[in-house]
């Protein structure tokens, strides 16, 4: 009997954690729109009282799914410090900002607003390691997620930072390739000019340096399973 309601138990919570993982990574695709629309048509960060409702709601709704994703696993204890870093992350801070009438950076101001995005980035990661298997295909898939993110994210930082004074960034596209060339260390033809926008072209040339280690662990492990995977085959090709 026992075993009986631990298997529904499990087969609940399953369902539950898979609604709820799904729920956030719809969520913060809406709030990744809305901040490109904002970035994109110069839409005043602090004075959009929109975007200040939707991503508080938001907020509140990762906090309220890191706290039933923690409640019904096991090892609550174990999980502790990791669902309390979540929930620091998922904080409103740009709501308390200006509910206080804090005074804080542009840069500051606009990397909270994309803080949350985090929780999207941890979701979609545990879903795949729980596809698959192989610790390198995870790892690999780990860290894709995070530059995608971040290369996106920093594009639109530096388009914020660079467009108003660098003639050749004159739209997000050149962003977008400047971002993408600096990361894979190829460079371009355009030149931060700002203080922030030299911070986020090393920020990006890092992660490119990192990524080449992984991706090559990746392919080598990728080519000696295909070759365990090709050897019985080719054994039966010889016996025959």
């Known amino acids: 009997m026992d075993t009986f309601f631990k298997?529904?138990?499990?087969?609940?919570?399953?369902?539950?954690?898979?609604?709820?993982?799904?729920?956030?990574?719809?969520?913060?695709?809406?709030?990744?729109?809305?901040?490109?629309?904002?970035?994109?048509?110069?839409?005043?960060?602090?004075?959009?009282?929109?975007?200040?409702?939707?991503?508080?709601?938001?907020?509140?709704?990762?906090?309220?799914?890191?706290?039933?994703?923690?409640?019904?696993?096991?090892?609550?204890?174990?999980?502790?410090?990791?669902?309390l870093i979540l929930i620091i992350i998922c904080i409103p801070y740009i709501t308390l900002i200006r509910h206080y009438n804090l005074h804080v950076s542009l840069e500051v101001y606009y990397l909270l607003r994309v803080l949350p995005l985090v929780r999207a980035a941890t979701v979609i990661t545990v879903m795949w390691g729980i596809l698959q298997k192989n610790w390198v295909t995870t790892m690999f898939v780990t860290y894709t997620i995070i530059l995608t993110f971040s290369l996106y994210v920093l594009s639109l930082l530096f388009y914020l930072e660079e467009h108003a004074v660098n003639s050749l960034v004159y739209n997000y596209w050149q962003s977008l390739w400047y971002s993408v060339m600096q990361m894979n260390t190829c460079g371009s033809n355009i030149s931060p000019l700002t203080p922030a926008g030299k911070i986020i072209g090393l920020i990006l040339s890092f992660e490119g340096l990192v990524m080449f280690p992984v991706f090559t662990v990746y392919c080598t492990q990728a080519f000696k399973s295909f070759g365990r995977t090709s050897a019985p085959a080719d054994d039966s090709n010889s016996a025959s």
């Open 7 to 83: 298997a529904d138990f499990d087969k609940t919570r399953t369902i539950v954690l898979r609604t709820l993982h799904i729920a956030v990574v719809v969520l913060s695709c809406v709030l990744l729109y809305a901040i490109t629309y904002d970035t994109l048509f110069s839409i005043s960060f602090m004075g959009n009282t929109r975007y200040l409702t939707l991503q508080y709601w938001i907020c509140i709704f990762f906090i309220f799914e890191v706290l039933v994703e923690w409640a019904i696993m096991p090892n609550r204890l174990r999980r502790l410090p990791q669902s």
